[in-house]
């Protein structure tokens, strides 16, 4: 549609998760529209991402070194991994300030549709980790969606024999919902997750 290296801009850009074509070329265009500086500091802060920024060989999770911040904290307890899918649900979950123990990233779901098995995620680095006896509970915080509950029934089958205990998220209404809008699959969570409140 346009020339050259605005149509190359707009390609590579639409191929970013969550961005379309329009998108792609709204983007593109701010971009032109913007002061050199400001797109040199962007290229800068690309590059320089590419070349520090590892996965923790720990766990999964982004990090400057061979070990993750997470992953060096003497103060985190080594006997709860908490399993996600990619390295944005670790941030997710240290907002909550919730949770002392260490992660797991497996770096995606098993999902048939797109040819992602178990051999494709990192399932043979946790069931490494779990070998020595340290861990006693594994939190399994997959995405609430078919992906990430096919995971989870993986991994707690394979863990269960192990003697460690497994535990999920629990999932439900959020705060501020309806429950007209809430679908069967969320309302029967709600339902199964219940806890006595006070008298």
């Known amino acids: 549609m346009y020339e050259g290296a605005v149509q190359d801009l707009i390609d590579e850009l639409g191929r970013l998760p969550g961005v379309g074509p329009k998108s792609a070329q709204r983007i593109a265009f701010h971009l032109l529209a913007t002061d050199a500086a400001d797109v040199r500091r962007l290229v800068d802060a690309l590059t320089e991402v590419k070349a520090r920024v590892q ?8 990090a400057e070194s061979d070990t993750c911040r997470i992953c060096a904290d003497p103060r985190r307890t080594a006997e709860v991994i908490c399993v996600v899918e990619e390295p944005k649900d670790v941030v997710a979950i240290e907002r909550t300030r919730e949770f002392r123990g260490k992660y797991h990233v497996l770096g995606g779901a098993i999902n048939p549709i797109d040819n992602v098995g178990p051999d494709d995620l990192r399932i043979g680095q946790l ?9 006693t509970e594994v939190i399994l915080a997959t995405d609430p969606n078919v992906e990430g509950e096919a995971t989870a ?3 707690s089958r394979l863990i269960g024999p192990m003697g460690v205990t497994v ?4 999932s439900g209404l959020p705060v501020g919902g309806d429950l007209e809008y809430a679908d069967e699959v969320t309302l029967g969570r709600a339902f199964e997750g219940r806890r006595v409140v006070g008298s």
Do not use: I, K
């Open 127 to 135: 069931m490494s980790r779990l070998a020595d006896g340290t861990v």
């Open 55 to 62: 996965f923790c060989e720990t766990c999964g999770n982004v």
């Open 153 to 155: 029934t993986y991994l």
């Open 167 to 170: 535990s999920r998220l629990a």
